[in-house]
């Protein structure tokens, strides 16, 4: 299995609802990235997970809530999101070192 | 983290080759340089990446300057599936990986 899996694709949340995203991979990659990405714009990094725990939080806002269960699963818990939030959120592995990242599909989020 | 400058937008021919160029002039001594592509509605996707040498894949070759302050990425022959957006990465070690603006590659028929 050489693919990050994202889910939900879309998702369309209220600013006073809680949801979560949820990024699954197994290929054995200790290192686990969550990055925002707005339209016509560059992915940017949000955080980063190495050998299950959070190594890098680029000052994210505290309604974006990271947590990883095990190797394999990374979630980002969504609270009172506003509608500026709304963007591709793109989950992706890796070594850590000089290999090549992968990318999942992202997750459409659209807050109303 | 090394500065990059890459063309916002680039146009070739289907079944031509391509050359993407981006200049990392401010690279460190142990920064890999590596490249990303973006294809629409999707996340970015590994390309290929380099430290001093001339690399090749089944996707891409790419040709480092001797000085290593710019390198180019060559699409040997274009197809309408390679129209993407290039982003080109010093990245050194188990540093983070952080997208400068890149260039959009449109593929004409």
């Known amino acids: 299995d050489t693919e990050v899996t994202q889910t939900p694709k879309h998702l369309v949340m209220g600013m006073t609802n809680k949801k979560s995203l949820k990024c699954e991979q197994h290929m054995g990659h200790r290192a686990m990235y969550w990055y925002k990405q707005k339209a016509k714009k560059p992915p940017e990094l949000m955080f980063v997970?190495?050998?299950?725990?959070?190594?890098i939080n680029e000052s994210v806002p505290s309604r974006f809530s990271p947590e990883c269960p095990n190797s394999s699963l990374l979630n980002l818990h969504l609270h009172a999101l506003q509608p500026e939030d709304s963007a591709l959120y793109l989950c992706a592995s890796g070594d850590g070192h000089f290999g090549g990242y992968t990318f999942g599909s992202g997750t459409r989020l659209t807050v109303v | 983290d090394a500065k990059t400058t890459q063309p916002n937008s680039m146009e070739s021919n289907e079944e031509e080759p391509v050359h993407l160029p981006c200049n990392h002039s401010t690279i460190s001594g142990t920064d890999y340089i590596h490249w990303y592509r973006q294809l629409p509605s999707q996340g970015p996707e590994y390309v290929i990446h380099?430290?001093?040498s001339n690399v090749n894949n089944r996707m891409a070759s790419l040709a480092i300057a001797e000085d290593r302050k710019s390198s180019t990425l060559i699409l040997h022959r274009a197809t309408l599936r390679d129209a993407a957006v290039y982003y080109c990465i010093p990245k050194q070690g188990a540093q983070k990986l952080v997208f400068g603006q890149g260039t959009r590659l449109t593929i004409n028929p």
């Open positions: 997970y190495s050998y299950e725990k959070l190594s």
């Open positions: 380099g430290l001093t």
